[in-house]
């Protein structure tokens, strides 16, 4: 059974430019949640998609977005690119949104603004 | 609101030794409990998890927690490190859509 899926693995952009980041999740899980892990803030939730809906939502700027499409692909995007947004990006699968659920984690996109 | 917090930022222990890293919760009903491990660049991989039932959970790589309802705790025990096992260890309770994760406990392990 395949993992959870993150493209690129490794970007490098300019500030004011936007990114687009891209998670498959595990056959079957229909829920994605995105993480920003940086040293100083550590594990950040950005936002949750069940069902292409967006269930929840982290304390960032409207510059971060994201959807799910009907397959349960999800891509995140950030605008307006800041150099604090160098981050590791994790996205993480599950089943269901809630309840007794685990997530499981691609291995990141390591997102580097200069 | 949930939270977690992981009072040791930085463990070193020897090869050999045993090992507990300490995780204590805020969560208002019976809290999903969870143990992932993070290697350098790589994302999280699940340790353990305590849903309910049995307090002491086994997970993989020889580790196990013990679940303590009256101290708000969930720590992370094992009874002889190996030098694999120098890491990020990150503690996290709640639901997929709101799961929160602690702040961390880096590992090392000297030789």
């Known amino acids: 059974k395949a993992g959870v899926t993150q493209t690129p693995r490794y970007l490098i952009k300019t500030r004011g430019q936007q990114v687009t980041l891209s998670c498959s999740p595990i056959s079957g899980h229909r829920s994605v949640s995105w993480y920003q892990q940086t040293p100083g803030q550590g594990l950040q939730f950005l936002f949750e998609?069940?069902?292409?809906?967006?269930?929840n939502k982290g304390n960032f700027p409207g510059r971060f977005s994201g959807r799910q499409f009907s397959n349960s692909r999800s891509e995140m995007n950030v605008s307006t690119l800041e150099l604090g947004d160098s981050a590791l990006y994790l996205c993480?699968?599950?089943?269901?949104?809630?309840?007794?659920?685990?997530?499981?984690f691609g291995a990141g996109s390591r997102l580097t603004v200069l | 609101a949930q939270s977690v917090t992981q009072p040791d930022i930085h463990i070193t222990v020897s090869e050999g030794a045993s090992l507990e890293l300490r995780c204590n919760y805020s969560?208002?009903?019976?809290?999903?409990l969870f143990w992932y491990v993070q290697s350098p660049g790589q994302g999280l991989q699940l340790l353990l998890k305590?849903?309910?039932?049995?307090?002491l959970v086994q997970g993989i790589k020889g580790f196990e927690a013990e679940f303590k309802r009256s101290q708000s705790s969930f720590n992370l025990r094992k009874p002889s490190v190996h030098w694999s096992d120098a890491a990020e260890y990150f503690c996290?309770?709640?639901?997929?859509?709101?799961?929160?994760f602690g702040a961390g406990t880096r590992l090392t392990v000297k030789p």
């Open positions: 305590y849903f309910s039932g049995d307090t």
């Open positions: 998609y069940f069902s292409e809906t967006q269930r």
């Open positions: 969560y208002g009903a019976t809290p999903y």
């Open positions: 996290a309770v709640g639901a997929p859509d709101d799961m929160r």
């Open positions: 993480a699968s599950s089943i269901q949104s809630s309840g007794a659920n685990v997530l499981t």
